[in-house]
């Protein structure tokens, strides 16, 4: 069987190329293969249900990869106002909690569901459990072999995510391997805006407990990166938005240690006049209870811990050693041991090298008609829209250069 274009994935990227193709050319025809018995399976899952669908700023920094400054034309030309309106178009209306897009709605499913429709009614054709298993040349056009049926077609486009979220999400990575064998370069793929495993058993004995914090992940002491947010501790280490968005550094640079600095706006020499003055205040109370009312009282008490002090002495013996509380307060450490992997991640750092694509098309340099777009390319952003922004961007960008011939 022959068509014009063929998508391989049903996610983000793969349903906004087909819509725009068919936006652009309604007499192409373009099909959409997914391996899993729906489209749109990882969508569903973002922004915690309410998918965080782009970003008010998106710029350049927000985004990395061995060559970033490829994903600039694209974020440009396809930017936020671009996306807005073909999103409004297809059922849509954007809304703001501060600089991050969400559905009107706020519901992911609907994003899933707004798409297919669209795509539907443009008669894109989308077959599901159909996996993609080899891309053959044949003359000028490529044949796609699939678990079902073989397709011949003039344009393909590989829109199959990287490895975030695991097979259930349909990222196995198979993909990436069937294109090694055909000569693209890997950036060895790593998990990104992922929970972050640490060695020691602080986070066990505060395992529930959220807290405002200033993270730093270091590299032998060195500041990789720093942000600030709600981190949560768990059994096996740290989570929650700030430690998602610096784990990269953890990935991919070798981050081996964590610092929270949970009194950030408090100087470390105003933060030990507090705690003498404290300690000389309730000298008579056991240290069990010094900092309740200040801290949550478990983290009050494994801070006294870390210091070294027995919870049943006085508060007392703090005096004259309130300048080692406040290190500890201002710079609690956590031995990092890895990450929580693929399965957990939101996002893969690392994929196809992206000097071996057309930043304005997305299409391959060597073969002609070939495109990569989405996840799959080297190019991974922050957590809060930037992910799915670049997705709607290298879709359009293939879209626009498809719809030009
Ligand atoms: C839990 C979670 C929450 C997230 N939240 C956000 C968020 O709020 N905002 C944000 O910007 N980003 C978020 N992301 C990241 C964002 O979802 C991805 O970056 C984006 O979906 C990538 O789009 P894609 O089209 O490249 O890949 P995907 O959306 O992963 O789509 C790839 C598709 O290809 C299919 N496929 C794979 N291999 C084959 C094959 N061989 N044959 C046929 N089909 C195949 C897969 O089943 C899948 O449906 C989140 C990710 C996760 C996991």
Redesign the pocket.
């Known amino acids: 069987m022959k068509t014009d274009v063929i998508i ?7 349903l906004c190329a087909a819509i725009a193709i068919k936006q652009l050319v309604p007499q192409k025809s373009v099909r959409i ?4 018995p729906r ?5 569903i ?4 249900g ?5 970003n008010k700023n998106i710029t350049l920094e927000r985004y990395h990869g061995e060559h970033k400054e490829f994903c600039k034309y694209a974020l440009e030309k396809y930017n936020l106002s671009v996306c807005e309106k073909f999103f409004y178009n297809i059922g849509i209306p954007f809304i703001y909690e501060g600089d991050k897009a969400y559905p009107a709605s706020l519901q992911a499913g609907s994003v899933v569901d707004c798409l297919r429709f669209a795509a539907e009614e443009l008669g894109v054709i989308i077959y599901t459990d ?4 080899g891309i053959n040349t044949m003359g000028k056009n490529y044949k796609i072999l ?1 678990n079902k049926l073989g397709f011949v077609t003039e344009n393909v486009v590989i ?4 490895l ?2 695991g097979e259930k ?4 990575g ?2 990436l391997e069937i294109l090694k064998k055909a000569g693209f370069n890997i950036v060895k793929p790593q998990p990104s ?1 992922v929970q972050i495993k640490t060695n020691n058993d602080i986070t066990k004995q505060l395992k529930g407990i959220k807290l405002d914090a200033n993270v730093s992940v270091l590299k032998d002491d060195k500041i990789l990166r720093q942000d600030f947010g709600e981190v949560l501790f768990t059994d096996y280490g740290l989570s929650g938005p700030p430690i998602m968005q610096v784990s990269r550094e953890v990935s991919k640079n070798g981050g081996n240690s964590i610092s929270l600095d949970i009194m950030p706006d408090v100087t470390l020499e105003k933060l030990t006049t507090i705690i003498e003055e404290r300690a000389k205040r309730f000298c008579a109370r056991p240290l069990e209870e010094f900092f309740t009312g200040m801290f949550n009282k478990r983290v009050g008490q494994v801070i006294l811990k870390i210091a070294g002090f027995k919870l049943s002495d006085k508060a007392s013996v703090l005096c004259g050693k309130s300048q080692v509380i406040a290190n500890i307060i201002k710079n609690m450490q956590f031995t990092v041991t890895g990450t929580t992997g693929f399965a957990n ?3 893969t750092a690392g994929g196809l090298d992206t000097t071996q694509f057309n930043p304005k098309t997305m299409e391959s340099c060597d073969c002609k008609n070939l495109y990569c ?4 390319l080297d190019i991974d ?1 922050d ?9 709607w961007s290298s ?1 359009m960008a293939a879209a626009n250069a498809i719809g030009e011939k």
């Open positions: 391989i994935g049903g996610g983000a990227s793969g293969f997914e391996c899993l489209v749109g399976k990882k969508l899952t973002t922004g915690n309410r998918c965080n669908i782009s159909m996996k993609v298993t699939s829109a199959t995510g990287g975030a979220g999400l349909g990222c196995d198979e993909m805006i991640a939101q996002v777009i989405g996840e799959i952003g957590c809060g829209g930037f992910n799915l922004q670049w997705a879709a």
